[in-house]
Every structure is written in structure tokens, then in C-alpha cells.
């Protein structure tokens, strides 16, 4: 069977347009004290718990959000399958969490804090991956309302918060001279 070219190039431009879109949801990625380790460590004892501050449209509480989020993220990193849940109460065992923060942005000091009554409905969100309520690697996007669009968003955060290595190449548990 004999393929034309001009169907590999739109196919072609039709996937490069796809993967596009995905990163589009996400404006910004941060990895100051990011390491693989820390995401293996993570996952090591269960599942990472997710905690959503505020919600990404009308009528979904934050736990609700969580558990979207925890559920969108489960198996879409690269690497291992480490499952992610919605937080069940009270600060994690190991210090690793998720925190997704709907509304206007924070600053680094703050990402990771999980307390008040913020009930911010917002597209717009930052995610941060903390440990001892520090932020190990961060970003912001803006997440489609509900569905499918919305879970392919929190993948697509997942994928970003959760590289194999550090990709600014200062995860100093991959080098032997840091």
C-alpha cells in the first residue's frame, strides 16, 4: 500500500497542532528543588496525596477538584505509576503533596500552603509539588472547564511537575560533583 506524502504532513501537522494545545495549559514550570528522587521517594509508601485550594469552575467543591485532579494524574508522568489521591485530612506522613491552587497566583512561599477558606472558582490555577510545605518544582496554567478537557490539563500539569530528572540539570542526585 503506498501512502502519499501529503497525507504523512498533515497527519504530521495534525499531531505536532495536538501536542500544541497540551502545552499551551501550561504558561510556566519552575524546578528550583526539584529531584527524580523526590518523586520516587513520594511514591514509595502509596499513593501522593492532592489538595485543591479553591475550584476550577461553579459547583465542584475543592475535594471534588482533588479528586479529579488525583485521578487525571495517576499514570500520566513518564517513569513508574505512582497513583495520586485526594487528601483524606491532616498534613501527609512523608511531607510529599500536590497542592493546586485555583484563582490568582501566589507567591513561591505560599504555593504549598494548604489553610483558610479560600474558595477562589478560577480557569486559572498554580501546582505546585511541596515537600514540608516547600515548593520542590511549580507552575501555572489555565485548565478548561470540567471533562475530559479539564483531566487532559491536570495530565499535562502531571507530565510538567513530575519530570524523570530535573530538566535545568541541577538535580544534584544525578551528578556526583554538585
Known amino acids: 500500500m503506498r501512502v502519499s506524502h501529503r497525507f504523512v ?10 501536542c500544541q494545545g497540551l502545552n499551551e495549559r501550561v504558561s510556566y514550570v519552575n524546578y528550583d528543588g ?3 528522587a523526590d518523586f520516587a521517594t513520594a511514591g514509595a509508601d502509596g499513593a501522593i496525596d492532592v489538595v485543591a485550594v479553591g475550584a476550577p469552575h461553579q459547583g465542584v467543591t475543592p475535594k471534588g477538584a482533588a479528586r479529579q485532579i488525583a ?4 499514570g500520566a508522568n513518564f517513569g513508574p505509576v505512582i497513583p495520586f489521591q485526594a487528601q483524606h485530612g491532616g498534613p501527609p506522613a ?3 503533596q500536590v497542592v493546586v491552587r485555583f484563582g490568582q497566583a501566589h507567591g513561591i512561599e505560599t504555593l504549598c500552603d494548604t489553610d483558610g477558606a479560600e474558595t477562589a472558582v478560577s480557569q486559572d490555577y498554580t501546582a505546585a509539588f511541596c515537600k514540608d510545605g ?3 518544582s511549580h507552575l501555572a496554567g489555565a485548565a478548561p472547564r470540567g471533562g475530559d478537557a479539564f483531566k487532559t490539563a491536570m495530565a499535562s500539569a502531571a507530565i510538567e511537575l513530575f519530570p524523570y530528572q530535573n530538566p535545568e540539570f ?4 544525578a551528578r556526583p560533583r554538585c
Open 34 to 36: 526539584y529531584t527524580g
Open 9 to 18: 504532513l498533515a497527519g504530521a501537522i495534525l499531531a505536532l497542532a495536538g
Open 71 to 74: 485521578e487525571a494524574m495517576t
Open 170 to 173: 541541577n538535580d544534584c542526585d
Open 134 to 136: 516547600a515548593a520542590l
Open 94 to 96: 512523608d511531607g510529599y
